[in-house]
Structures are given as C-alpha cells and as structure tokens.
C-alpha cells in the first residue's frame, strides 16, 4: 500500500518539480533546467524506490517468506535511497547558487528546493518500511509462515 502510495505522490512532485522550475526559466535558465533534469532522475529513484517496495510484499502475502528475494529487495531499496542523495544534492545546490547569482531568491525557487527534497524523502521512507517489512530476524517467529531457502 505504501508503495503505491509513493508512486502516486513522487509522480505529483514531479509534475510540482517541472512547473516550478520553468516558472524560473527567465530568472536563471541554467539553474532552472538542470534542477529539473536532477530532480527527474531522482524521481526515477524514488519511484524505483516505491515500485520496489510494492513488488517485495509479494514475498510475504504467499505464506511464505523467500528469504533470497527479501534480501535483495533490502538491499535494492537501499541502492536506490542512497542513489538519490547525489542528484538531490547536487540539484538543490545548482538552485541555490542560481538564486544567490540573480540578486533575489524568488519565491518559485523555495518551492521548488522544498519539492527536490521529496524524491529523496520518499525514497528514505520506503526503504525504512521495506527493511521493516522484510526483517531477516522475523522469519524465526513465524508470522509468515515456513521459511523458503
């Protein structure tokens, strides 16, 4: 559930990241441009992230627990959570260095710094609820059910 969930709210962000980057193409083109492109790709992380999270319950609704598949879905959700720190990062500093250049920071610019920060948000979030899910530790308890090798 939460993963699709983040699908739907990464893809409004996106769309959030486009329109208020472009408002500031007269301002700082350079900066307006490249945030939107770095704030894309991590928007592909982020939903990488959440499709991840919603195809790795599969391995507990069976009854089963398939540990091979739990692990690597743990550790795709946390690639995919530090991936999206570089093109966060680098996004937020091209647009706060374009705004300090012009003179003025406009009030699109402080939108669109606080939606370049949601791709990764989300991403964190769906990792934290995926190695939650897929505890490794759980499958001795057994509320899943017999452990497949």
């Known amino acids: 559930m939460i993963g699709v969930l983040s699908v739907l709210l990464v893809a409004a962000v996106m769309i959030g990241i486009a329109v208020s980057c472009f408002m500031l ?22 939903v990488s992230s959440a499709l991840a999270l919603a195809t790795s319950a599969s391995c507990v609704n069976t009854g089963a627990f398939n540990l091979n598949f739990a692990r690597r879905s743990r550790r795709t959700l946390l690639f995919l959570a530090v991936s999206s720190i570089l ?12 705004g300090g250049s012009a003179g003025e920071f406009p009030p699109a610019a402080a939108v669109c710094l606080v939606l370049l920060l949601f791709p990764f948000a989300i991403s964190v979030i769906d990792m ?22």
């Open 128 to 149: 934290v609820v995926g190695r939650h899910l897929l505890d490794l530790n759980r499958v001795g308890a057994g509320p899943y059910g017999a452990p497949q090798r």
């Open 87 to 98: 093109p966060t990062g680098i996004a937020v500093l091209i647009l706060a260095a374009g």
């Open 25 to 46: 193409l007269a301002l700082m083109p350079a900066a307006a441009i490249f945030s939107v492109v770095l704030g894309w790709l991590a928007g592909a992380f982020a």
